[in-house]
């Protein structure tokens, strides 16, 4: 059965089944820990600086329940927010927005294009920026494949646009990635790749 799949829409039963699959994708010893925000709430948060980024994926399309919200320090300092979405009586995970702070500094924005049909997508935006990053070729791959804009959970198609960027911040550089789960088990089950994040925020790093 699905795991980010649910036939309830209670936080205290969704929350701790989302932290224990990350926690078992990443190795990680201890429970990490989480916040829960809803639309109301006005905390300051990854969910907070994001708002207009997640306002255009969704669009209205589908009705959010709230988001979890986990601080990750391990393999590198990242978060991670996972938007909970309705689904008839019950619920799913879909957007996945992973952030990260790189160690190099990034002069301007790069952001990547949609999926096209044949290649791999680049970035544009700021020409020594993009230029860097479009050399490297496995890196584009893996960032194709690791952005999904589409996945069918919980028996339904769930769509979001494209969102890969990379944009200056204090003297360094912010990597944002959203993404959907990935089915596995032939679609009995789905995974977060969250390690696959950390690779590619370490590769991105090094290439800038």
């Known amino acids: 059965m699905n795991t980010l799949a649910f036939g309830n829409q209670k936080p205290d039963k969704i929350c701790p089944a989302v932290e ?10 201890a429970p990490l820990p989480y916040q829960v925000e809803d639309q109301s709430s006005q905390t300051t948060s990854v969910g907070t600086v994001f ?9 209205g399309k589908t009705q959010e329940l709230f988001r979890i919200n ?6 590198r300092k990242a978060q ?6 309705r689904q008839g009586v019950g619920a ?10 790189l160690a190099k500094a990034a002069a301007g924005e790069a952001t990547l294009e949609n999926p096209k049909m ?13 230029g860097k990053l479009n050399a490297n070729g496995d890196l584009l791959k893996q960032l194709g494949k690791f952005a999904r804009t589409q996945a069918e959970i919980g028996g339904m198609t769930v769509t979001i646009p494209r969102l890969a960027k990379v944009t200056p911040q204090d003297g360094a550089a912010l990597l944002v990635i959203g993404t959907l789960p990935r089915m596995t088990s032939m679609g009995m089950d789905a995974s977060l790749d969250a390690k696959d994040f950390f690779d590619l925020a370490n590769l991105i790093e090094k290439v800038l």
């Open 80 to 85: 991670l927010q996972a938007y909970v979405m």
């Open 92 to 101: 799913h995970v879909g957007l996945l927005l992973y952030s990260t702070t």
């Open 51 to 59: 708002k207009d980024m997640t306002h255009a994926l969704f669009s």
């Open 118 to 130: 044949f290649g791999s997508s680049k970035f544009t935006g700021d020409a020594s920026v993009t």
């Open 70 to 75: 986990f601080d990750l320090s391990a393999p």
């Open 20 to 29: 224990e699959k990350l926690r078992k994708e990443l190795g990680a010893a």
